[in-house]
């Protein structure tokens, strides 16, 4: 059938790309690791990479988290909460499985609405309470974010630094905060129709892979 059909491609092709960025001698770290050599100058290997996830959807479970182990790679899954436990999305229990197998959690909103149009109440909706939503789900702190479409703008960053975050990841549309680059990471987003040597063509500048 169709979805069927749809399931294996999409995991063939992450199982081959992540294989190609393995072969090419690319060590997959933790998003905790990335980020604590960004703020802290913790080293890393000249060919660190950061595998992430965003949204929350079922196959990142079913389908990503066993080729993650098999290859020995951790990966960032950035977790929007309002889908959490509802039909083909992530439930509670697989975050916290996702978190014991050695992967990070971190946020990605509520509800996956750009951060460039909230309004005065929707800070504490949109970055703090999904951030403490999970943090009880894995039993610890919970510091990383994602920008939902990579979108952010100047008015959002001190929103995202008082909601607890220490790093913040964009897109490659915008260069990075000059006064706070942590909070504008750049990630490439990758895209299911990329063969190997344009995958690793799009990240041989160092961006994260997305």
């Known amino acids: 059938s169709r979805p069927h059909g749809s399931t294996l491609h999409v995991r063939d092709v992450l199982q081959r790309q992540l ?12 998003g905790e690791a990335f980020v604590d050599h960004l703020q802290l100058g913790t080293p890393l290997a000249d060919n660190a990479v ?3 996830f965003d949204d929350a959807s079922g196959g990142q479970y079913t389908n990503a988290l066993p080729i993650l182990q098999r290859l020995g790679i951790p990966a960032t ?3 929007m909460t309002v889908v959490l436990d509802r039909p083909n999305w992530l439930s509670r229990d697989d975050v916290r499985a996702l978190d014991a197998a050695g992967m990070t959690i ?3 909103t509520w509800d996956h609405h750009p951060v460039t149009r909230y309004g005065e109440k929707d800070w504490a909706t949109q970055l703090v309470k999904p951030r403490e ?8 702190g919970v510091d990383l974010f994602a ?4 979108l952010w703008n100047q008015a959002a960053l001190p929103h995202v630094q008082a909601a607890g975050y ?3 990841f964009q897109l490659t549309e915008q260069p990075q905060d000059a006064r706070l680059p942590l909070l504008t990471v750049r990630r ?4 299911p129709t990329w063969e190997v040597p344009t995958l690793l063509a799009r990240i041989s500048g160092n961006h994260p892979v997305g």
């Open 188 to 191: 490439v987003l990758t895209l």
């Open 77 to 79: 899954f950035f977790v």
């Open 133 to 140: 939503q999970l943090e009880q789900i894995v039993g610890h």
């Open 147 to 150: 920008y939902p479409y990579g």
């Open 106 to 108: 971190a946020s990605h």
């Open 166 to 168: 220490r790093a913040a």
């Open 19 to 30: 294989e190609g960025v393995l072969a090419a001698g690319m060590q997959p770290v933790t």
């Open 50 to 52: 950061l595998v992430s």
